[in-house]
């Protein structure tokens, strides 16, 4: 089992920047690849960015490319996706999720392939 907790959503104004951190635990976090989905309401969940296990490869939905960072520590457990130049439409539940890999450079954008989900944190971005 893996759990996973996501942090740092909150209120801000369209052209800001916030910080989502996810904090992993159980398995060893170094075999998983890590994903960000997002929900907004009404919406199917979507993919937004994913980083491989050994950090090397990542993948950004084309909506946030050059706006959003994905990175993570495999020592801290941790993955995180710096937000800059938020739009409205980026209002949404975000949701942190791991994957098992069995290649170091592997991420994948299936929301089915990931085998543990965090909580989720909302982000809301006003105009």
């Known amino acids: 089992q893996v759990q996973l907790v996501e942090s740092g959503g909150g209120l801000v104004q369209a052209g800001g920047s916030l910080s989502l951190s996810c904090v992993a635990s159980?398995?060893?976090?170094?075999?998983?690849?890590m994903g960000w989905f997002r929900q907004a309401p009404g919406k199917e969940r979507e993919f937004v960015a994913a980083i491989s296990r050994s950090g090397t490869t990542t993948d950004y939905a084309d909506s946030v490319k050059g706006r959003l960072t994905i990175s993570r520590d495999n020592v801290k457990n941790t993955v995180d996706l710096q937000m800059n130049s938020l739009k409205v439409e980026d209002t949404a539940v975000y949701y942190c999720a791991a994957a098992l890999s069995l290649r170091s450079s592997w991420t994948t954008r299936s929301l089915h392939e990931y085998n543990y989900w965090g909580q989720g944190t909302q982000v809301t971005v006003s105009s």
């Open positions: 159980g398995r060893t976090f170094s075999v998983y690849a």
